[in-house]
């Protein structure tokens, strides 16, 4: 299974973006999936996961009501909507696989995208 993120860019506070994460090589509706992101000089951390299914998210308190993840299996493909960006939001935005149930830390997903970078600009 390869991952392929997309939708980075920058974009001043306050505005939006949307990122997509598509698989493939495998079908991904068994797979928990999960955004995580890096900041410059700081550690890779946990921003959302969402079940096989779709019918079960998890997101970090830093995000909840800002960004919304979603998926389509039938395109393989994950999305993050992230509104109301901030500058804090500035990071390389990773998406992320495992079999199984999607779960909140890095350590668990075996799968991984090589990245996109989001800028937010004050």
């Known amino acids: 299974v390869q991952l392929q993120a997309s939708g980075g860019g920058l974009v001043p506070a306050g505005g939006s973006l949307r990122l997509s994460c598509t698989a493939s090589g495998r079908t991904l509706n068994t797979y928990g999936m999960g955004w995580f992101r890096q900041a410059p000089g700081k550690e890779r951390e946990f921003v959302v996961a969402?079940?096989?299914?779709?019918?079960?998210?998890n997101y970090a308190d830093s995000v909840r009501g800002r960004f919304t993840i979603s998926r389509d299996n039938s395109k393989n493909t994950i999305y993050l909507q992230m509104n109301s960006l901030k500058p804090e939001d500035t990071a390389v935005y990773y998406c992320?696989?495992?079999?199984?149930?999607?779960?909140?830390?890095?350590?668990?997903?075996?799968?991984w995208g090589p990245g996109t970078l989001v800028t937010v600009s004050s």
């Open positions: 992320a696989a495992r079999p199984g149930w999607a779960a909140d830390s890095a350590r668990f997903y075996n799968i």
């Open positions: 969402i079940s096989g299914s779709g019918s079960s998210t």
